[in-house]
């Protein structure tokens, strides 16, 4: 194990040049095409240093990858967890390109998570028996993985325990998550002409403002519930009223009964304009991530980076959610925040520490040593 480090040390040349190969294959979690793209991309990674070749699982389109090393007969001990799409949309590239400047790589998804893919194949084939080891890497975790959900949870039912190679924050792992829903409020109206006639109208804009307001009040901010309209649409031209409006919200809960109780009260909003309807879409996502989940992991990782010469290392909770919410959510111990060092995850200009891509690798390669064990 002392050896992890300066082993992976001299890769760091190597893993910075897979990293640009997979970063420049760009992946937004929408695109089947472009997604499918790159996960050609991450089997080349992967094939070029472990051994057999992945479970390709389509669900809805989307490609999943899973590879079950060893006998699958035998029980799997660990899985590693981590997805290549991203949040950026084709073109990216052309105006934030893949660059490496001075002790920084960044590029669209970089941090976020393309840099843990790689370190984690990295930390795996430094192991000389990956009996009882799978890695599974989704396609649609930035937009809830609504298609790898069910995958992502029979993989942690199998083991005994989930590292997610999502990205740190600061450093620090991450020991618990919120919880998040995911709504979309749907106004119905009725059109007339906004200058001859708007009263014979039903307003859905003026609708979804009512409800917008409605929406704040159900965050609780001492409960740490926050409840966010995003994304809003309404109307078609500027001398109509509108008859439809449309406003997605996201929700974020540390607890399931917070997450109950806002969708309880969203499930209850009532027109305010005469002649609108309100209809509430979705529901919630993925269940909080509780520190109970990761405490005896964090206390594992934290002794092995001592014993690393990394460093104290420090556990957070977040906001945002992960596919480490699922596989907590089925009892399996979970350790998040495994990937890289860096900054910047959704934001232009996201980048990762490229001296610490081979310590962050040494250390989920101690991690995985002890626990097939």
């Known amino acids: 194990m002392t050896g992890f480090v300066d082993a992976l040390r001299a890769r760091t040349e190597a893993m910075v040049d897979e990293l640009a190969s997979l970063v420049e294959n760009e992946s937004p979690s929408a695109d089947i095409e472009a997604i499918t793209r790159c996960a050609k991309a991450v089997e080349e990674v992967v094939s070029d240093h472990l051994p057999g070749t992945p479970e390709r699982l389509t669900v809805d389109g989307h490609p999943h990858l899973l590879w079950r090393f060893g006998a699958t007969s035998a029980p799997s001990k660990v899985a590693l967890v981590g997805h290549f799409d991203t ?61 790898s959900r069910g995958v992502i949870e029979d993989v942690a039912r199998r083991v005994g325990a989930a590292l997610i190679l999502e990205p740190s924050a600061g450093g620090a792992l991450k020991t618990a998550r919120k919880g998040t829903s995911m709504y979309r409020i749907v106004i119905g109206g009725r059109a007339a002409h906004a200058g001859l006639e708007p009263e014979k109208g039903a307003n859905a804009l003026e609708e979804l403002a009512h409800q917008v307001l409605a929406l704040a009040a159900i965050a609780d901010t001492a409960a740490g519930t926050t409840v966010t309209p995003t994304v809003a649409t309404a109307g078609t031209v500027t001398n109509v009223v509108p008859a439809a409006a449309v406003a997605d919200v996201d929700v974020r809960a540390s607890t399931a009964e917070e997450q109950v109780r806002v969708d309880e009260q969203i499930r209850r909003l009532k027109p305010v304009v005469d002649g609108t309807t309100v209809t509430v879409e979705g529901g919630p996502n993925r269940p909080p991530l509780d520190a109970a989940s990761s405490a005896g992991l ?19 909770h977040v906001g945002g959610g992960s596919d480490g919410n699922f596989t907590a959510g089925v009892g399996t111990p979970t350790l998040d925040g495994l990937g890289p060092v860096g900054d910047g995850a959704h934001a232009e200009g996201e980048y990762l520490v490229v001296p610490a891509m081979a310590e962050r690798a040494a250390l989920v390669a101690a991690l995985v040593d002890e626990l097939r064990r």
């Open 87 to 147: 949040v950026w949309p084709l073109g990216t590239l052309a105006r934030w390109p893949f660059e490496v400047d001075g002790d920084r790589a960044t590029g669209p998804g970089a941090f976020d998570m393309k840099g843990g893919i790689v370190q984690g194949v990295h930390a795996l084939s430094l192991l000389d028996d990956l009996d009882g080891i799978e890695l599974l890497l989704t396609s649609d975790e930035e937009i809830g993985s609504l298609s």
């Open 298 to 316: 964090l206390a594992r990782a934290q002794e092995l980076g001592r014993a690393l010469g990394l460093g104290p290392l420090g556990g957070v």
